[in-house]
């Protein structure tokens, strides 16, 4: 008996939704436990996020250079910073 998705046996459907939704549950519990993991880990201090990519000095820079109308994709290899993360410091 072949238990595979695309097959019109009943029992085949059957197996690949039990499967689905194991491997849902599971990942549900993984989630959870790292939620847990982080609220933890903040409350002690140890979970802080990631370090800003400039200083406050280099933001003012930026910004300086990004309001005067200087091109964003130059301004983001120039200061070593993805667009995303120059569009974000220019908010």
């Known amino acids: 008996m072949n238990f595979t998705a695309g097959n019109d046996d009943p029992r085949s459907t059957l197996m690949f939704t039990m499967r689905s939704a194991f491997a849902q549950f599971a990942r549900s519990l993984i989630k959870e436990r790292q939620r847990e993991g982080i609220a933890l880990a903040k409350a002690k201090g140890v979970y802080k996020g990631k370090k800003p990519a400039l200083n406050p000095e280099r933001i003012a820079q930026l910004w300086e250079q990004a309001t ?3 091109n ?9 910073i993805s667009r995303e993360t120059l569009y974000q410091y220019i908010r």
């Open 72 to 80: 964003r994709s130059k301004l983001g290899k120039e200061f070593g």
């Open 68 to 70: 005067a109308g200087a």
